[in-house]
């Protein structure tokens, strides 16, 4: 039976007030912070240099070839950069793009699934989700690549679920592959292939031809090949050997190998389950305990609007968790599917009672956390003042908000709404995250102010070499600058340091953290200026002077020049 039109024009108002909200929300804070470590202002970097160089086939961070991840992210910021003129305004604007795209593509399925007003309450749902606003505030890849793969998703279910529908798959297949070369696991979705082939033998899912099957696959390579073959060619007819190894590293060290013998973040198998999940998605996880009976009752029906989705979310956590090497963020993709599988089962839910008094409970005490904190620090509790001497932040006003933010929402919604108070909360929480908290923390994490002392004390046209990098610091820079390959060992680094000081010391500085003064024994240290903390460690400034007596080496390292325009070019976009 066909709704009324008032019911429906009503309905259409509420995904487009939600739409309009959601563009608020995640947009709140564009242009009022700098890049933060650690990932963001490496990819800064990498957008810079694309921009000042002209080189987008190979990524180069520091005029270094930067071989941990695909580029596509990295043209989605430069693309940003260049259209608003400015890092500030562009570096974060493919994650909202990324999240924005995501949420509508979650709501349109769910709309053509389960109708208009559960596609309302899945998009609220997705929404309040935790880590899914906290990377679309992010600049980090993974809110792009989660686009990719919602649209890998979002083909693929329309096939199975209402289709046949080839040219959805073929364009999921098509995201699948951006995803790829966005962060090499875009082909994520293809682990529902196992539950759709399921489903359709029992006739419950429209069947994927053979034929489909392999030109889908045929797409998702093609799409791949856009970029590798170009960068291939590249490389096997330039003579430059890092290309060669960018190469190698790229296709073979970050893809296969990182996966199954990881060399950092290692983590136990159970850290997802046990660390991430339970607070990354929040508030989802409150319902669990009517959702899994509620799943496994549809699961008995085989009901495939659920369980693809479904199957999709559990083989992503168990993939990620056979690897050794384990990033909260990598749980990211699953968070839409998760949000597809509840949405049917959403209206039942938001009418249990205990559900709406564990969201009260929740906002209970994340706003006690915060309140309390709030009075102690400023107080002067001890343990919080030295906290916040050492960031050189003062919180205490903000984390007092929050908390009587928490008092009045509970106060005004009851517990019988604890979960309206709860995304009420989280909305108040982003709010003053993205303006007070950016106010608060931008100079703390940004070496912004850091870097134009540096070139107040050693003048705009001295050098500085910079072993053992951080790329806030290579990012804000606003002098030449050198370095000397971020993989090299580090006493390779400082012998190579030692030689190009000494050809010019009156012209070279030497700008290193002070935990490694005991790697510096030859320099005279008399002569260092301490610049004060930065991102948790102090730092120090050296005139070439000091290293005259240090014994250098001009082939223990390479030698790399940061672009002559980036100086500049990174503080006036």
């Not at 505030?137 to 096939?159: E, F, S, V």
């Not at 090499?184 to 899912?205: C, H, K, S, T």
């Amino acid at each position: 039976m066909q709704r009324p039109a008032y019911l429906r024009g009503k309905q259409h108002r509420s995904r487009l007030f939600l739409l309009v909200a959601a563009v608020l929300l995640l947009a709140l804070g564009i242009g009022l912070r700098d890049p933060w470590p650690a990932d963001e202002p490496r990819f800064a970097l990498n957008a810079l240099e694309m921009l000042d160089t002209g080189n987008f086939w190979i990524p180069h961070r520091g005029g270094e070839p930067y071989p941990d991840k695909p580029p596509l992210f990295m043209w989605a910021s430069a693309a940003a950069i260049a259209l608003t003129g400015s890092v500030q305004l562009g570096f974060l604007l493919p994650s909202l793009v990324g999240a924005l795209g995501t949420l509508g593509l979650v709501m349109d399925l769910a709309r053509r699934l389960h109708g208009r007003r559960i596609a309302t309450l899945t998009g609220i749902t997705l929404l309040s989700t935790l880590q899914f606003v906290l990377q679309a505030k992010t600049a980090q890849i993974d809110m792009l690549l989660t686009l990719w793969t919602t649209l890998g998703a979002y083909g693929m279910l329309r096939h199975a679920l209402l289709g046949p529908a080839r040219r959805w798959w073929y364009i999921g297949c098509a995201a699948m592959g951006l995803g790829v070369i966005t962060k090499g696991v875009g082909f994520l979705p293809l682990l529902m292939l196992p539950a759709w082939g399921l489903l359709a033998w029992r006739d419950q899912a429209v069947r994927l031809a053979w034929k489909d099957l392999l030109l889908g696959l045929a797409t998702l390579l093609g799409t791949i090949a856009l970029w590798v073959v170009p960068m291939a060619l590249i490389t096997i007819f330039s003579d430059d050997p890092t290309l060669t190894a960018y190469r190698d590293n790229i296709l073979f060290k970050q893809t296969g190998e990182r996966y199954a013998e990881s060399w950092h973040h290692l983590k136990p198998w159970y850290y997802y389950l046990v660390e991430v999940i339970p607070w990354a998605w929040l508030p989802l996880v409150l319902g669990l305990p009517w959702l899994v009976p509620a799943w496994w009752h549809r699961a008995r029906r085989l009901d495939a609007r659920v369980l693809l989705p479904l199957s999709g979310v559990i083989l992503l956590v168990g993939f990620f968790s056979l690897s050794p090497g384990k990033r909260g963020v990598y749980m990211l993709p699953g968070v839409p599917l998760l949000v597809l599988a509840m949405a049917p089962l959403l209206p039942g839910l938001l009418c249990k009672r205990r559900l709406h008094w564990l969201g009260a409970v929740l906002v209970a005490l994340l706003g006690g956390t915060f309140l309390l904190a709030g009075l102690l620090g400023a107080a002067g509790l001890p343990a919080l003042t030295e906290l916040a001497t050492k960031h050189d932040v003062s919180p205490w006003l903000w984390w007092i908000v929050l908390g009587l933010s928490a008092g009045a929402l509970l106060y005004w919604l009851r517990p019988q709404r604890g979960m309206l108070a709860l995304a009420g909360w989280l909305a108040v929480f982003w709010g003053l995250w993205s303006t007070w908290g950016y106010a608060q923390l931008d100079a703390t994490r940004s070496p912004r102010d850091l870097m134009q002392r540096v070139e107040r004390l050693t003048g705009d046209d001295a050098w500085l070499a910079m072993p053992a990098f951080d790329e806030e610091f290579l990012l804000q820079t606003r002098q030449p600058t050198v370095h000397f390959g971020n993989a090299t060992p580090l006493d390779r680094q400082l012998q190579r340091a030692y030689a190009w000081l000494n050809a010019q010391p009156r012209q070279r500085w030497l700008f290193i953290d002070q935990d490694k003064r005991k790697l510096l024994a030859c320099a005279d240290l008399e002569l260092a200026r301490d610049l004060g903390l930065q991102n948790s460690d102090r730092w120090w400034l050296i005139p070439g002077e000091a290293f005259d007596v240090c014994r250098g080496d001009a082939q223990a390292a390479p030698l790399y020049v940061v672009p002559t325009s980036l100086e500049t070019s990174n503080h006036d976009r």
